[in-house]
């Protein structure tokens, strides 16, 4: 492992700081990833293999048939996969919000009331975002099916 720390204080800070979250945060950010990545799988799956045979046989190559079959097919599990990561790290145990509405507005405030209206703005802005991620991945999903 010290070849990995030369090689992170050889970096700039602005590179440095984000590289070494993920490298720190890897076992989590791999826990947080199983469904997504079974959701992923389970639609690779559902893709039909004369899709694939039809392009290799119209001389389609590897790079086109990833672009013009694979990923405007995977579009509607893009959308799931982003809608669930979202809910999911909203209410991980982690987050900062969350800590900030227990420890500061209902431990130290002793205020249930507000942590409760903390809690139902943070819900609000969470539909806010989602539904923003949700328009925006339909758009995209339309815009592709042209």
Do not use: C
């Not at 992170?8 to 800070?13: D, E, G, I, K, R």
């Amino acid at each position: 492992m010290p070849a990995v720390a030369d090689f992170l204080a050889q970096l700039p800070t602005a590179l440095r700081s984000p590289l070494e979250y993920v490298l720190t945060s890897f076992i989590l950010i791999l826990w947080f990833s199983g469904v997504q990545i079974l959701i992923y799988l389970a639609s690779l799956q559902k893709i039909d293999r004369s899709i694939y045979e039809a392009a290799a046989i119209d001389g389609a190559s590897a790079w086109e048939t990833y672009w013009k079959i694979t990923l405007p097919s995977l579009t509607t599990a893009t959308v799931i996969n982003a809608v669930y990561t979202i809910i999911t790290l909203s209410h991980f145990s982690e987050n900062r919000v969350i800590k900030y509405i227990y420890n500061q507005t209902y431990a130290v405030q002793g205020g249930i009331g507000y942590a409760s209206a903390m809690a139902f703005i943070y819900f609000g802005a969470m539909v806010a975002l989602l539904g923003i991620v949700y328009m925006l991945l339909m758009l995209w999903v339309r815009r592709g099916s042209r």
